[in-house]
């Protein structure tokens, strides 16, 4: 059974940086295509980044476009999600995913076969 195990969340003012890693275990990360949701209190969980079955093409919500970059360590298989210039609207709390399939959209949850545990990040005015 695949898990996503996810670290690096925590507390941090405006306009800080944090980076968060999915570590994949059973398979190599590349097997999967893999995503980045989030969801904050009382709200849907939503599409934040992902990267395609390519490996190469990555793609990102406009409300973090230029601020958030996906990353990816093969020899350490874990895909990072690095949040720059964070907005204390980006509280929320952050879920890795990855997908074995190649149907769906990259930017639905129901695309998505397993997800990693959830890590808050908390941004202060």
């Known amino acids: 059974q695949v898990q996503l195990v996810e670290s690096g969340g925590g507390l941090v003012q405006a306009g800080g940086s944090l980076r968060l890693s999915c570590a994949v275990s059973?398979?190599?990360?590349?097997?999967?295509?893999m995503g980045w949701f989030r969801q904050a209190p009382g709200k849907e969980r939503e599409f934040v980044a992902a990267?395609?079955?390519?490996?190469?093409?990555?793609y990102y919500a406009d409300f973090v476009k230029g601020r958030f970059t996906i990353s990816r360590d093969n020899a350490k298989n874990t895909e990072y999600l690095q949040m720059n210039s964070l907005k204390p609207e980006d509280t929320a709390v952050y879920y890795c995913?990855?997908?074995?399939?190649?149907?769906?959209?990259?930017?639905?949850?129901?695309?998505?076969?397993?997800w990693g545990q959830g890590t808050q990040v908390t941004v202060s005015s």
């Open positions: 990267r395609g079955w390519s490996g190469v093409s990555t």
């Open positions: 995913a990855a997908r074995s399939g190649t149907s769906g959209r990259y930017y639905y949850t129901d695309s998505y076969n397993y």
């Open positions: 059973e398979r190599p990360v590349s097997s999967y295509a």
